[in-house]
């Protein structure tokens, strides 16, 4: 990778420790290689034709570790465009990892009992919803918590939410907007708001979720 060309420069904006943005610029490189097994496993599997892409940082300050990303994938690349959309991509992990703790320790797909693949198929469709919709209020609350809240939450969960965590919401939110409900909704599940806390994360928002779905429920029971 050494020998390969630098096909272009990007531009990225990372976060650090202290919840900094910066923008960093990154050299990027691609090259495609012919991958053969091992000697000794030749007969059971075959080559392989991979692309390596790799994005090192340009000029990283002191005090930081530099960005320098390695890439093994067998889809082709062609062009820079190709090696940036791929980069994109690899980008999105993250929120996959925390989709999947969403599903797995918030709707705790792995402990269903069901012994059918397509019982189990539908109650991990369904729970993937769940999964999005957490994923969506969180993101969506720090992104454009100046919205009104009936854009995502009803009239009887705004009131309940009014009811049972009194007062104000907390971080310096404005009353009346979605910012201020989800964080009345994350201190139901057990998120503190002091003005030093970052912005309430998952855990929070579908504990919250959980005791509030509980609530609702007792109220339309007979």
């Keep these: 990778m050494r020998r390969a060309k630098v096909a272009c420069r990007h531009v990225i ?7 900094t943005v910066a923008r960093v610029a990154l050299e990027i490189r691609f090259r495609r290689i012919h991958v053969l097994p091992p000697i000794g496993k030749q007969k059971r599997y075959p080559a392989l034709d991979l692309t390596i892409i790799h994005a090192t940082e ?22 820079a465009e190709q090696a940036i959309e791929k980069i994109g991509w690899y980008a999105l992990c993250w929120k996959i990892e925390v989709f999947h703790k969403v599903l797995k320790s918030g709707c705790r797909a792995e402990d269903a009992k069901l012994r059918t693949a397509d019982r189990l198929a539908n109650l991990i469709a369904v729970f993937c ?5 957490v994923m969506w209020l969180t993101m969506f609350g720090r992104t454009a918590s ?12 705004i009131t309940l939410l009014d009811r049972v965590v009194a007062g104000s919401a907390g971080r310096n939110t404005q009353p009346g907007t979605l910012g201020f409900y989800l964080i009345k909704l994350a201190r139901f599940g057990g998120y503190l708001a002091r003005a030093s806390d970052p912005p309430p994360g998952n855990v929070v928002i579908w504990r919250g979720l959980r005791r509030l779905a509980d609530i609702q429920l007792a109220i339309m029971a007979p």
């Design 13 to 19: 904006e990372v976060r650090d420790e202290n919840d």
């Design 58 to 79: 340009v000029d990283p300050p002191a005090g930081r570790k530099p960005i320098h990303w390695k890439f093994l994938t067998d889809l082709e690349v062609e062009s």
């Design 129 to 133: 919803i769940v999964s999005w919709r």
């Design 146 to 157: 100046a919205v009104r809240p009936a854009l995502i939450r009803t009239r009887q969960e």
